[in-house]
């Protein structure tokens, strides 16, 4: 899945992103790149994602999040057939919060 969209342009995407030091840093740059449309979207997907973790379901996330079932279940296929990309950050921000 993830040789599909590895590029050199992805590279650099990454590698930019990679040198973000604050959330103050993520606003600025993700504003600058993204729509806020498309920001919203990805907010939204990590929320969803986050609630599936915390075994939220389908009818309370709908709730809480207005986001349809759809794409409730595209984000649970991520948690569960994807790249672990998901766990990789729930794991991090997990150590992280414990620490701060």
Request: aromatic share 8%; charged share 35%; glycine share 4%.
């Amino acid at each position: 899945m993830i040789d599909k969209i590895k590029s050199e342009s992805m590279d650099l995407l990454f590698e930019a992103v990679l040198t973000l030091e604050s959330v103050d840093d993520c606003y600025r740059f993700f504003d600058d790149l993204c729509t806020s449309i498309e920001l919203k979207a990805f907010a939204q997907r990590l929320h969803v994602a986050k609630l599936l973790d915390e075994h939220k379901v389908y009818n309370s996330i709908v709730d809480e999040t207005g986001v349809s079932t759809a794409t409730i279940s595209r984000v649970q296929r991520s948690l569960k057939d994807g790249n672990d990309g998901y766990n990789i950050v729930f794991d991090r921000l997990r150590k992280l919060r414990k620490i701060k």
